[in-house]
């Protein structure tokens, strides 16, 4: 089992910069494949980015894709997601996952979640 922790949410003004953290707890972090989504008032849970297990691979949102970077730091047990040129329809709650398996744009593929972090983007 693995248990994540997000931080690093937010207000800050459209063109501006947030790094999001995700920590996990367990000896096996280098094991799974992560990823990060979000969730706007209302809406369905989205795919944002997603991370292979050694971080040499990664996959995007076309909406984010350019402007965020997903990155993980195996030594720190630690998953980062840098966001850049934020837009006001990026304001959400943002998630992290992990999984053994499954890497991917599909939140169903994902066994393990964080309690998310407040992102506001203010035009």
């Known amino acids: 089992q693995v248990q994540l922790v997000e931080s690093g949410g937010g207000l800050v003004q459209a063109g501006g910069s947030l790094r999001l953290s995700c920590a996990a707890s367990?000896?096996?972090?280098?094991?799974?494949?992560l990823g990060w989504f979000r969730q706007a008032p209302g809406k369905e849970r989205e795919f944002v980015a997603a991370?292979?297990?050694?971080?040499?691979?990664?996959v995007y949102a076309d909406s984010v894709k350019g402007r965020f970077t997903i990155s993980r730091d195996n030594a720190k047990n630690t998953m980062y997601l840098q966001m850049n040129s934020l837009k006001p329809e990026d304001t959400a709650v943002y998630y992290c996952?992990?999984?053994?398996?499954?890497?991917?744009?599909?939140?169903?593929?994902?066994?393990?979640w964080g309690q998310g972090t407040q992102v506001t983007v203010s035009s």
């Open positions: 996952a992990a999984d053994k398996t499954y890497y991917g744009r599909d939140p169903g593929g994902y066994d393990y």
């Open positions: 367990g000896r096996t972090f280098s094991n799974y494949r």
């Open positions: 991370i292979s297990w050694s971080g040499s691979s990664t």
